[in-house]
T-cell receptor, first 109, second 114 residues
Framework: GQNIDQPTEMTATEGAIVQINCTYQ??????LFWYQQHAGEAPTFLSY????GLEEKGRFSSFLSRSKGYSYLLLKELQMKDSASYLC??????????FGGGTRVLVKP | DTAVSQTPKYLVTQMGNDKSIKCEQN?????MYWYKQDSKKFLKIMFS???????INETVPNRFSPKSPDKAHLNLHINSLELGDSAVYFC?????????????FGPGTRLTVL
């Protein structure tokens, strides 16, 4: 089976940096995705990591350590529109995407 | 120009009824999915079709039956609705269903069973 853990909620100030951690246990790891989901909307793709290291994409970066079963999503220069849930998802055996419960980020002025 | 669309967006119905949710994608993708997101916000895969062929069938009650008339459409029919079926149902698609393919989600259908 698979187990994915991420914090339930985080609060940060506009302009600051927030790091959302995700730990996973899975058999047959094939990559890790981060999705953003605003309230009442569809999840949208942010990043994909399959090799160890940091992937940077504008204000958002994602890091993966396969040996530790660990990833984080880094959000820099936070904006009010970044208030959303951030979902960590792992692709493993059977080409299935398994999601964590999501981390709700609240950005305050 | 919607990539993945679902109808209806909201569905309120009584226990015991039968209902369908429709999904269409205009991305030219081969693979489509149905997910259920419960009140605790966990997104769980239910079904996946590749070119009209069922490839993922998770442990869901057989009251749920997906149907794919062509690779651009994947509908979900639910018989004898129960209170526990209340959730948001998301349709998604990906290019070929490969592990590295990004999945694109529809806007969701909020189902409320009374």
């Amino acid at each position: 089976g698979q187990n994915i853990d991420q914090p339930t909620e985080m609060t940060a100030t506009e302009g600051a940096i927030v790091q959302i951690n995700c730990t996973y246990q899975t058999s047959g790891f094939n990559g890790l995705f981060w999705y953003q989901q605003h309230a009442g909307e569809a999840p949208t793709f942010l990043s994909y990591n399959v090799l160890d290291g940091l992937e940077e994409k504008g204000r958002f970066s994602s890091f993966l350590s396969r040996s530790k079963g660990y990833s984080y999503l880094l959000l820099k220069e936070l904006q009010m529109k970044d208030s959303a849930s951030y979902l960590c998802a792992v692709t493993a055996a059977g080409n299935k995407l398994t999601f964590g419960g999501g981390t709700r980020v609240l950005v305050k002025p | 120009d919607t990539a993945v669309s679902q109808t209806p967006k909201y569905l309120v119905t009584q226990m015991g009824n039968d209902k369908s949710i429709k999904c269409e994608q205009n991305l030219g993708h081969d693979t489509m999915y149905w997910y259920k997101q419960d009140s605790k916000k966990f997104l769980k895969i239910m079904f996946s079709y590749n070119n009209k062929e069922l490839i993922i069938n998770e442990t869901v009650p057989n009251r749920f039956s997906p149907k794919s008339p062509d690779k651009a459409h994947l509908n979900l029919h639910i018989n004898s609705l129960e209170l526990g079926d209340s959730a948001v149902y998301f349709c998604a698609s990906s290019k070929q269903g490969a592990v590295t393919d990004t999945q694109y989600f529809g806007p969701g259908t909020r189902l409320t069973v009374l």
